[in-house]
Structures are given as C-alpha cells and as structure tokens.
C-alpha cells in the first residue's frame, strides 16, 4: 500500500501543471555562453504524453521502476510537461551554464514537436539552445544540411537560439556519431551560416566541419588526443568542445550489457575531467549530460530517497553532500567549474543620478531608509555596487550597509542578504542616453516619485521623466 501510494504521488507530481509559470525568474549570475550541457527531451508519461516514453527502458515499470541508475527528484517526468521543463532551466540557470543541446531525431519527430516548448522555457532563464543532431534512420550528410536549414528556419528567430559572436554569429549543431557516414563534403553548403562539430578526435575525419566534440563521458576520464586535437582547431580557426562528465552507469537501461562503466567518486570524476578540459584550451566546454538518465551520466538532481527496492544510487557523499543537498551538488559544482573556466569580471562600484531633478540616489539613513533622489554630490551613502546577474540584468548593493536594494509594492530598500527577482533589474537603454531600471520582481519601471521628492519606487508601466536616471561610475 505504501508503495501505490508513492506511485500515486508521484504520477500528480510529474503530469499535473499550474495555471501560469512565475514571471520572468533571474538567473543567479551571468551564463556562460561557452559551457553546453546536453539534454534530452525524449521522455514522456501518461498525464502529457498519454504514455510512458523511454522510462521503461530495460523492461522496467514506472513509475517506481524506471531504466536509470539513479532517479530523478521529479519522478518519470514528461519532457513536453511545461513546469517540469522550466524547473530544468531554472537548474541549468543556477549551475551557470549558459547553452542547452538539445537532442534532435528528426523532423516532426516527438523531440521536434516540442521543441518550441524548450525554447520558450530556456528562454525565461537566460539559457540558449544549441542542437544536437542524433543517428536517426536515413541520415545522410545531404539530410543533415536540409536538417540544419530547417532548424534554423524554423526556430532560428526564437531569442534562445543560440548563435557564437566569436565565431561569426552562427547557430551550433553538434553531430552524434558522425564517424558513420564517411563523406561530409555536402557540409560545404552551411560552412559559412552554421557550426557543424564532428563526434572525434581524429583530425582526418574533420574536412567541411567546424569544430569537434568528444561526447564520451568515460573518454574524458583520461582525455584521449584532446591535445592534439585542441592544437589542430586553433590552428585552422575551428570549434574545440570537449566533452566531460560526473560518471557513466547504464545497468538498468541495458541489463547484462558489457560496456565499461565510471565510477563517480563522490564528485572526483567531475573535478578531474574538468581539470582535463581547462588544461586543453577549450573554445567550449560540453557537460555529458544534464538528463541522459539510461547512462547514469546526469548533473539534473537525483532523488536522496529513491523509491525502495529497486537499487539506486544516490549522490550522497559527492562533495561532501548527504540528504536533500546532495540532490544539486552536481549543479553547484558545475557552478565551481563555470567560475574557473570563466572568473567574473570585478565588481564596480556606480551611483544613480535621476534625470528629473539632477540628483544623484542615496541609500537615506545608511540604508535604514528607502532610497531617494536627494543628494548634489556621491558620498558612501550614493555609492553602490553593481552585481551582472545576466545580460542588461544588475542588482544593487549599497556601500552603505552591504545588504542588496530590493523592489515591490514600497519603496525601493536596502535591506537583503541575496538576489531574486525583485533584487534584480533589466536596464532599458533610453535613445537620449539615460536608463531606465525594471523590477524582474513586478515588472515595474523604477521611478523617482514626485520628480524625485519621494522615494524611488517600481511601480510605473511607462517610462517617462521621473523613469530616467543616468547610471555613472562611482
């Protein structure tokens, strides 16, 4: 009985919705556009898909019993499920990464018709969508350009889809199992409007390409021919994205299979294999995987207390974790990884000047007291640091007191530990020069109320006079 309620449980868990999705959540820092993580939208369950898809893997029955190692937090979820998809990018978000591989069979296939789905999601937090082309039957290197063009025809206008300044603005496609068809030469037609990375190390398998990637988990362990590889790329201007991951465990999803499996060490293996990517050069580094769940090699939280019975594992013990907390440790460490790949940029000190009675923003009171546009001249009390927590997105430490500025229904306060939505603003860049600051929290516009004889407040739909402010160095 215990265990059908549990199965009960956990069916309302991950098929029932909610009416509306929180507005516009903000990522916790900057992304990072060169860390890819893949991920998978090939699951389905009986509440979205009006069946199970892939879970019962391995000849397993979900929900309990799925074809993993270990077991989601969010149960047998559905991939086309909405909240479940924006819980992932709000994970993704928090682990710093900036770019979502997307798995990809095909047109019109179950991972194609919900696409636009993961677009919007990915969207809502920050992240952008790389695509990964996978083996479907037929494929052919002339399919796979018609594939390229369709994608970025049909998807390419969504703001998620992921484009590389450094190397000429153009969309990513990374090809599973390339090595399988032997002439590439048809990749010369979407050379110059895509980057289409090879699955290998072997430079001889690389002409009409522009990158590699390894995929293999196991293989970055010990990092076969990265070296040379990584030499062979920056020399002829071409995407180097290797490939890591925590550990690699597929028992379940192939029962009596003879593949080789990695241990994850209590979170050495991660280290390790991120040690051997930072030490290649790489121009990208790609995470296998957030969710491929079959091969044991995900970063997405895995249930602390799985169902009984069944034998999972778990991540207690990574990091150093035990409980709920291990639950995310993958997560965080990839947030680690992120910061050395990528060290933030130093904080700045900046000060408010409202433009509509030229007087710069202080933190009254020593923060005790709402901000207010009152002061001629910048004092520690008008200082402030500015924290990038996402493009065009800051948040505001007063010098004052060292506790963050925080945005409702009253008045704009000093007076928090950390940063959510309403510790976060989009600066809107104005044609005369000034900028005007938007609440994630209410979606609210910033405003100097009473041309600035009371205190700041987001509470205006327009920007107008008392919406401008000069955002200048301190």
Not at 39 to 49: D, E, K, Q, V
Not at 202 to 219: E, L, P, Q, R, W
Not at 343 to 354: G, H, K, S, Y
Not at 419 to 427: N, R, Y
Request: charged share 15%; hydrophobic share 40%.
């Amino acid at each position: 009985m215990r265990q059908l309620c549990r199965a009960l449980v956990l069916l309302l868990v991950v098929t029932l919705g909610w009416a509306g999705l929180p507005a516009r959540p903000a990522a916790a820092a900057p992304l990072a556009s060169n860390v890819h993580t893949f991920y998978y939208s090939w699951y389905g369950n009986p509440g979205t898909n009006g069946s199970y898809r892939h879970w019962q893997q391995g000849g397993h029955t979900p929900p309990l019993s799925v074809g993993a190692n270990f077991y989601p937090t969010l149960g047998a979820y559905d991939s086309g499920h909405a909240p479940t998809v924006d819980q992932h990018m709000a994970w993704i978000s928090r682990a710093g990464v900036g770019v979502v591989v997307y798995s990809w069979w095909g047109r019109d296939s179950y991972e194609d018709r919900i696409a636009a789905g993961v677009l919007t999601a990915a969207e809502r937090h920050g992240v952008k969508v790389a695509w990964h082309l996978e083996p479907y039957g037929g494929r052919t290197a002339a399919s796979t350009v018609a594939d390229v063009n369709y994608i970025i025809g049909r998807y390419g206008s969504s703001p998620a889809f992921y484009r590389d300044p450094a190397f000429g603005n153009r969309p990513a496609f990374y090809v599973f199992e390339s090595l399988r068809i032997a002439d590439w030469s048809a990749l010369a037609q979407v050379r110059s409007t895509a980057i289409v990375l090879a699955q290998t190390t072997d430079t001889s398998k690389v002409a009409n390409f522009g990158g590699m990637y390894t995929y293999d988990a196991i293989a970055g362990n010990t990092a076969p021919g990265w070296a040379n590889a990584s030499a062979f790329c920056r020399a002829n201007g071409l995407v180097w994205a290797p490939s890591i991951g925590p550990g690699y465990l597929d028992d379940r999803a192939v029962p009596g299979n003879t593949t080789p499996t990695l241990g994850r060490e209590n979170g050495a293996t991660y280290d390790r294999q991120w040690t051997n990517a930072l030490n290649s050069t790489p121009s990208w580094v790609s995470i296998t995987s957030f969710n491929e769940w079959h091969e044991g090699s995900t970063i997405e939280p895995a249930s602390a207390n799985p169902p009984a019975g069944n034998g999972y594992q778990t991540y207690a013990g990574a990091y150093g974790t035990s409980g709920a907390a291990s639950e995310t440790a993958y997560l965080d460490r990839t947030k680690y990884w992120v910061d050395r790949l990528n060290p933030p940029a130093p904080t700045a000190d900046v000060a408010l000047r409202a433009r509509v009675n030229g007087r710069y923003v202080a933190a009254e009171s020593a923060g005790a007291a709402p901000l207010i546009a009152n002061r001629t001249a910048v004092g520690p009390w008008e200082r402030f640091e500015r924290i990038d927590v996402g493009p065009d997105r800051i948040a505001l430490r007063s010098r004052a007191n060292g506790l963050i500025v925080t945005a409702g229904a009253t008045p704009l306060i000093a007076n928090r530990t950390s940063v959510g939505p309403a510790e976060t603003f989009q600066i809107v860049r104005n044609s005369d020069g000034s900028v005007s600051l938007r609440s994630l929290g209410n979606d609210r516009y910033v405003a100097a109320e009473s041309a600035g004889a009371a205190p700041l407040i987001a509470n205006r739909t327009a920007i107008g006079s008392w919406e401008r402010f000069d955002l200048l160095a301190a």
